[in-house]
């Protein structure tokens, strides 16, 4: 199971950081853990990705104002979000896969809840 917490409501240019806990059976380290996002009306999208030895993956929007880290210890995965603009406004989930990161959502197994970022201008 994944669970999201951390969102909420910000001012354009201001940060957030998402966390992503996993429980159940199951080696976290096993697992690329993914971030997705979909704002209102649109389809979802790829935001960034990692896997157990930290190999990253970022969605051009967002390179270089998002910073994504887990700590296998915790089983935790936090999505560090900086600079944030009205259009990073979505419900943000996050993921989980065997084996290694990739940018497609269909090859995620495991999915949150969401947690709702708002970033006003």
């Known amino acids: 199971q994944l669970a999201e917490s951390g969102g909420g409501l910000v001012q354009a240019g201001g940060s957030l950081r998402l966390s992503c806990t996993a429980s159940g059976p199951g080696s976290f380290t096993s697992h690329a853990m993914g971030w997705f996002r979909q704002a209102p009306g649109k389809e979802r999208e790829f935001v960034g990705a990692i896997n157990w030895s930290n190999n990253l993956n970022y969605a051009n929007s967002v390179k270089g104002r998002f910073t994504l880290s887990r700590d296998n210890a915790k089983k935790m995965v936090y999505l560090q979000m900086n600079d944030l603009k009205p259009e990073d406004t979505a419900v943000y989930y996050c993921?989980?896969?065997?084996?290694?990161?990739?940018?497609?959502?269909?090859?995620?197994?495991?999915w949150g809840q969401g947690t709702q970022v708002t970033v006003s201008s």
């Open positions: 993921a989980a896969r065997l084996g290694t990161i990739s940018d497609y959502e269909i090859m995620y197994d495991y």
